[in-house]
C-alpha cells in the first residue's frame, strides 16, 4: 500500500510564497496522475491542480497564475508553487495520488497539510 507524505505548508504573509511537496512511498509503482486538493473552514474541498504522468496541467481559475504544479517521477514527488498567496488561500491541502496496477485504479490520499495566511 501506497504511504504518502506531505510537506512544506506553515504561515506565510499575504504575497509570499510556499512550496508543497508530497511523495509517495518507494513501493508505488504505476503512478498515474498526480493533483493538489483544499478545503477551507465551511467550505467543501476542491480541487487545486492536477498533473498527469506526462506532464498535462489542469489549474483551478482561482489560483491560475499563481500556483503551478510539478512532479519528479523518479522521485515519486508532486508539488505545488503557491506564489503571491491570498487569504482566500488558506485552508487545508491534501495530495491525492493515483497508482494503477493490472487495470485498477487506486487512489491514496495525503494526511492534509495547514497552509495559514496572516493579515
Known amino acids: 500500500q501506497v504511504q504518502i507524505v506531505e510537506s512544506g505548508g506553515g504561515l506565510v504573509q499575504p504575497g509570499g510564497s510556499l512550496r508543497l511537496s508530497c511523495t509517495a512511498s518507494e513501493n508505488a509503482d504505476n503512478i498515474g496522475t498526480m493533483a493538489w486538493y483544499r478545503q477551507a473552514p465551511g467550505n467543501s474541498r476542491e480541487t487545486v491542480a492536477a498533473i498527469t504522468h506526462w506532464g498535462t496541467t489542469t489549474t483551478n481559475d482561482a489560483v491560475k497564475g499563481r500556483f503551478t504544479i510539478s512532479r519528479d517521477n523518479a522521485k515519486r514527488t508532486v508539488y505545488l508553487q503557491m506564489n503571491n498567496v491570498e487569504p482566500e488561500d488558506a485552508g487545508v491541502y491534501y495530495c491525492?495520488?493515483?497508482?494503477?496496477?493490472?487495470?485498477?485504479?487506486?487512489?491514496?490520499w495525503g494526511q492534509g497539510i495547514r497552509v495559514t495566511v496572516s493579515s
Open positions: 491525492n495520488i493515483v497508482q494503477v496496477i493490472d487495470g485498477v485504479h487506486y487512489n491514496y
